[in-house]
């Protein structure tokens, strides 16, 4: 059983910065389609950000392109969500997710929640205005 483990969440002001990460047992991910969701009170999960196996396909949501970036490390064995200029909106519980689809994935493909097996209890980040 693959277990998903985010950290890095927290409590910080409008305007700044936080990383999160998310890795696996065993070191899984390597072999994993892996994405971010979130999901704010009161509203539906919802898809940020997801990467390839290799790291050459990247997707974001319009709400955070260009303030966020994802990444994989050198051994592949580690996500990183790197969020900056983070507003209130962007508070919400974030939820790491892994799937094991081959092939060319399309920004409907990486956003869609049944495809991925494999998810994290999620981690908290607050935005304070």
């Known amino acids: 059983q693959v277990q998903v483990v985010e950290s890095g969440g927290g409590l910080v002001q409008a305007g700044g910065s936080l990383r999160l990460s998310c890795t696996s047992s065993?070191?899984?991910?390597?072999?994993?389609?892996m994405s971010w969701f979130r999901q704010a009170p009161g509203k539906e999960r919802e898809f940020v950000s997801g990467i390839s196996q290799s790291g050459k396909t990247i997707m974001y949501s319009d709400s955070v392109k260009g303030r966020f970036t994802i990444a994989r490390d050198n051994t592949k064995t580690t996500v990183f969500l790197d969020m900056n200029s983070l507003k209130p909106e962007d508070t919400a519980v974030y939820y790491c997710?892994?799937?094991?689809?081959?092939?060319?994935?399309?920004?409907?493909?990486?956003?869609?929640?049944?495809?991925?097996?494999?998810w994290g209890q999620g981690t908290q980040v607050t935005v304070s205005s």
């Open positions: 065993g070191g899984t991910i390597r072999f994993l389609r």
């Open positions: 997710a892994g799937e094991t689809g081959v092939g060319v994935g399309t920004y409907e493909y990486y956003s869609t929640e049944h495809r991925y097996e494999y």
